[in-house]
């Protein structure tokens, strides 16, 4: 289970996380909806180790991640360009992260292939990721987060550069493979229809403050202010 206590931080002027305390359980999926520049992106970097809080702890399973390395923390974060290597062929992007850890490189492809097979993409490993599709290239980057057993994943507006018709089709298939896997995970997004279809409970954001957190029928039936009301669409 993930528990952020209290976490604050600030870029000069700007406060984008504002004592901030939110829980994951294991196996749930929480989204993280607000809008532009609340901070969203940074709390996931602060969960990854890419940026450091200036107060408060990130416990995961009990331990505090604060102090250990991003390598350290068992962390898969997938960003909203899931920026593959264009140089490496599939195969080598989903291996990378294990052969970095000092897999096996057989072990480590046969990883891969596995992960690629899960996600509908079995014979692909060979292909230049610039021949791939945006859909194609988008489970690419989640058979990448996946292949290394993370004890969470996050996701940074992982549909965002999709076409909506796609963006559904892929929401699905995500969320029967995080289902699956039983992975704990949190996805950003500022699009309230992606967050109530696919997270278990969602955490309403606003200048690094948790303004509503719950699960999606509850804010729909009883958002806490009229901002949250017009955020979530409740007039509509
Ligand atoms: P969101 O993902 O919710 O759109 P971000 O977490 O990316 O928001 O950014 C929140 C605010 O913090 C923005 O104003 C952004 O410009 C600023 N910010 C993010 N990272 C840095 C940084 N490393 N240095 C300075 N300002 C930053
Ligand atoms: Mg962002």
């Given at each position: 289970?993930?528990?952020?206590?209290?976490?604050?931080?600030?870029?000069?002027?700007?406060?984008?996380?504002?004592?901030?305390?939110?829980?994951?359980?294991?196996g749930?999926?929480?989204?993280?909806?607000?809008?532009?520049?609340?901070?969203?992106?940074?709390?996931?970097?602060?969960?990854?180790?890419?940026?450091?809080p200036?107060?408060?702890?990130?416990?995961?399973?009990?331990?505090?991640?604060?102090?250990?390395?991003?390598?350290?923390?068992?962390?898969?974060?997938?960003?909203q360009?899931?920026?593959?290597?264009?140089?490496l062929?599939?195969?080598?992007?989903?291996?990378?992260?294990?052969?970095?850890?000092?897999?096996?490189?057989?072990?480590?492809?046969?990883?891969a292939?596995?992960?690629?097979?899960?996600?509908?993409?079995?014979?692909?490993?060979?292909?230049?990721?610039?021949?791939?599709?945006?859909?194609?290239?988008?489970?690419?980057?989640?058979?990448?987060?996946?292949?290394?057993?993370?004890?969470?994943?996050?996701?940074?507006?992982?549909f965002?550069?999709?076409?909506?018709?796609?963006?559904?089709?892929?929401?699905?298939?995500?969320?029967?493979r995080?289902?699956?896997?039983?992975?704990?995970?949190?996805?950003?997004t500022?699009?309230?229809?992606?967050?109530?279809?696919l997270a278990?409970?969602?955490?309403v954001?606003q200048?690094?403050?948790?303004?509503?957190?719950?699960?999606?029928?509850?804010?729909?039936?009883?958002?806490?202010?009229?901002?949250?009301?017009?955020?979530?669409?409740?007039?509509?």
């Open positions: 289970m993930l528990e952020l206590v209290n976490l604050c931080k600030a870029f000069g002027q700007r406060v984008v996380a504002d004592h901030l305390s939110l829980t994951v359980a294991d749930e999926t929480l989204a993280l909806l607000g809008p532009s520049g609340c901070g969203k992106s940074t709390l996931l970097k602060m969960i990854a180790g890419l940026e450091r200036d107060a408060g702890q990130i416990r995961l399973g009990g331990v505090d991640l604060t102090a250990l390395a991003p390598e350290a923390r068992q962390v898969a974060l997938m960003f360009d899931f920026a593959l290597f264009p140089h062929d599939v195969r080598d992007n989903v291996a990378f992260g294990l052969i970095e850890r000092r897999l096996p490189r057989r072990e480590a492809y046969a990883r292939e596995r992960a690629l097979a899960e996600l509908g993409l079995a014979g692909y490993g060979a292909r230049r990721v610039w021949t791939l599709s945006g859909g194609e290239q988008q489970r690419v980057a989640l058979a990448r987060a996946l292949v290394t057993s993370p004890r969470l994943l996050l996701l940074d507006e992982p965002s550069s999709l076409d909506a018709h796609l963006r559904q089709s892929l929401q699905a298939e995500f969320r029967r995080l289902a699956a896997a039983h992975i704990p995970a949190i996805l950003v500022h699009d309230r229809a992606e967050a109530f279809a278990d409970r969602v955490a954001l200048q690094g403050k948790v303004v509503q957190c719950g699960r999606p029928q509850e804010l729909l039936a009883a958002p806490r202010n009229a901002w949250v009301a017009s955020f979530i669409g409740y007039h509509n």
